[in-house]
């Protein structure tokens, strides 16, 4: 099975569960996608959009793993899993995008007031607001301005009933990233 069939396969099996925020996995990966690829993103930062959530669809946890207190470590698990066959354009906007959350919240005026309660629930248990230095180190980081547009799109993508393309409108950009072989 290729890389994308497993991508296609995970949201299949699990891109219908919610995850507090109203949408599904699927429907959010696609909103997100969509306001990357309005924005005119690179492929590549489109694919990153798309598949930013993947941890939550590869894990054997169950969906409201927030309301348990637990940290999935999404953005961790679903980069080294795409690192199989992806490289760092891809990868480290997903790995980065709840850093880039927790940047926001500390550096920029009304971003935390703007979260969601989901959001702000999982913010709490990813670490909260940073430091001086913890945001220094942030802005410093290679694919840390991709992964401040994607946490964007992140949260742009929560639209309950936004009619999108599907996932194979989508999917072009993940096959365009993909490492060669």
Sequence with gaps: ???????????????????????????????????????GASPALIAATLLHDIGHLIHDLPQDIADHGIDAQ???LGSAWLSRHFGPEVTEPVRLHVAAKRY???????YFDLLSPASVQSLTLQGGLLSAEES??????????????????????????????????????????????
Excluded: N
């Design 1 to 39: 099975m290729s890389v994308l069939d497993e991508i296609q396969a995970a949201f299949a099996r699990r891109g219908g569960e919610t995850y507090g925020e109203g949408v599904s996995q699927l429907e959010h990966a696609l909103q997100c996608a969509l306001c990357a690829e309005r924005d």
């Design 74 to 76: 999404h953005e961790s």
């Design 104 to 110: 926001l919240a500390t550096t920029e005026p009304g």
């Design 136 to 181: 220094a180190r942030f802005a410093a980081q290679p694919f840390a301005e991709d992964a401040i547009r994607l946490r964007r799109w992140d949260d742009e993508g929560k639209i309950v009933g936004m009619a999108t393309p599907g996932l194979d409108q989508f999917m072009r950009y993940a096959a365009a990233s993909l490492r060669p072989a």
